[in-house]
Structure formats: structure tokens, C-alpha cells
């Protein structure tokens, strides 16, 4: 009788703990994919060494994509606090979310789309669900 009294509360722990684990793994997602996809647009052929030639579209955008992908390590130590979660989980679900419809309406990028809509679902799960794992 004892045991299955504790059960309930086991399988709430271990959701928690899927959770924070959910939300470290979409971190590191994060910031892998975008230090990437930084790096690519920075040195590309529009990047850094399109210096001086106008249209540096690209450079310019690869280093508001580091700036995305240093929000998983600015969160980090903070990664259990719900304001500063909420925070970072809002910018990272709306960045996610409009370059995921960007893509879509281009149409010419399948896996940058793959990505970000899956990146977009994570944040829009674990936003949803922050109050289970984060405290004040």
C-alpha cells in the first residue's frame, strides 16, 4: 500500500526532471545551431569579406544569430529561476517561430526549416510547462 502511494509523486518527479533535461538539451540545440549558422553567415561570401561592398546582409544577420545563441549561455546559471526563464524562452519561442515561417515562405531552405520548427515546438512545450521545473 505503502508503494503505490509513493508512485504518483516518483512519476511527477521524473516528469520534472524530463523537463529540465528537455530544456538543457534545447539550450545546447540552440546554441549549436546558431553559433553554426553564425559562423556560415559571417565568414560567408557575403560576410566579412564582403567588407566595404555593400549588402552585407549576411554578415550583419550572422551576428544577431551569435547574439541568439549566447542567450543558452546567459541562462545558464538561471536556468531553474521562472523569470529568467520565461525571458529567454519567450525571445528563443518567437525567434524560432518567425525564422521557422520565414523559411516556410521561402521555401528554399528544408533544413534550416526542419530545425527551426522543431526548436519553435521545444520552446513553445517547455514555456508551457516552466512552472513544473523552475522556482521563484
Same mark, same amino acid.
Given at each position: =500500500? @505503502? +508503494?503505490? !502511494?509513493? @508512485?504518483?509523486?516518483?512519476s511527477i518527479k521524473q516528469g520534472t526532471e524530463i523537463l529540465k533535461v528537455l530544456f538543457i538539451i =534545447?539550450?545546447?540545440?540552440?546554441?549549436?545551431t546558431e553559433a553554426m549558422a553564425a559562423t556560415a553567415l559571417i565568414g560567408?561570401?557575403?560576410g566579412?569579406?564582403?567588407?566595404?561592398?555593400?549588402? =552585407?546582409w549576411s554578415m550583419h544577420y550572422g551576428f544577431a544569430v551569435l547574439a541568439i545563441a549566447s542567450a543558452s549561455l546567459w541562462i545558464w546559471?538561471? @536556468?531553474?529561476?521562472?523569470?529568467?526563464?520565461t525571458a529567454v524562452l519567450g525571445v528563443?519561442?518567437?525567434?524560432?517561430?518567425?525564422?521557422?515561417?520565414?523559411?516556410?515562405?521561402?521555401? +528554399?531552405?528544408?533544413?534550416?526549416m526542419i530545425i527551426h520548427?522543431?526548436?519553435? !515546438?521545444?520552446?513553445?512545450l517547455l514555456f508551457t510547462q516552466r512552472s513544473r521545473w523552475c522556482s521563484d
Amino acid at each position: =500500500m @505503502r +508503494d503505490s !502511494a509513493l @508512485r504518483p509523486n516518483t512519476s511527477i518527479k521524473q516528469g520534472t526532471e524530463i523537463l529540465k533535461v528537455l530544456f538543457i538539451i =534545447m539550450l545546447v540545440l540552440n546554441l549549436l545551431t546558431e553559433a553554426m549558422a553564425a559562423t556560415a553567415l559571417i565568414g560567408g561570401p557575403e560576410g566579412i569579406s564582403a567588407a566595404g561592398k555593400g549588402e =552585407m546582409w549576411s554578415m550583419h544577420y550572422g551576428f544577431a544569430v551569435l547574439a541568439i545563441a549566447s542567450a543558452s549561455l546567459w541562462i545558464w546559471p538561471y @536556468r531553474t529561476n521562472i523569470k529568467a526563464v520565461t525571458a529567454v524562452l519567450g525571445v528563443l519561442t518567437t525567434f524560432h517561430a518567425v525564422l521557422f515561417v520565414s523559411l516556410t515562405l521561402a521555401g +528554399d531552405q528544408a533544413a534550416g526549416m526542419i530545425i527551426h520548427a522543431f526548436l519553435a !515546438a521545444l520552446c513553445v512545450l517547455l514555456f508551457t510547462q516552466r512552472s513544473r521545473w523552475c522556482s521563484d
